[in-house]
Nanobody
């Protein structure tokens, strides 16, 4: 299983970015994929997750600004990030949870596979 995150960059406050997580060796409908982020000196935190049958979860700090979606044909999970703030600056990782067993979406230990991360920097 491989996850490849991309789409990060340097933007200004209020701008938008779309992150992509290309997944191979794993069927999106057979589990869940989440986005986490980690800023320097901080713990990794859950941002959003999408599971079968398309159920979505969001952290409070991104609700109404970020949208997670997936394209099962292309096997890509997207994170549309709008109204970005400087505090959204972090390395963003995608991760996959295999199977349909119950899970706590915001806990990193619940995920079996991780991508390499993509850096998002929001300037004020």
């Amino acid at each position: 299983v491989q996850l490849q995150a991309s789409g990060g960059g340097v933007v200004q406050t209020g701008d938008s970015l779309r992150l992509s997580c290309a997944v191979s060796g794993f069927t999106l409908s057979d589990g869940a994929v989440a986005w986490f982020r980690q800023a320097p000196g901080k713990e990794r935190e859950g941002v959003s997750s999408i599971s079968s049958p398309g159920r979505t979860y969001y952290a409070e700090f991104v609700k109404d600004r970020f949208t997670i979606s997936r394209d099962e044909v292309k096997s890509i999970v997207y994170l549309q990030m709008d109204s970005l703030k400087p505090e959204d600056s972090a390395v963003y990782y995608c991760a996959a949870h295999e199977g349909r067993r119950p899970y706590l979406w915001g806990l990193p230990v619940e995920y079996d596979y991780w991508g390499q991360g993509t850096l998002v920097t929001v300037s004020s």
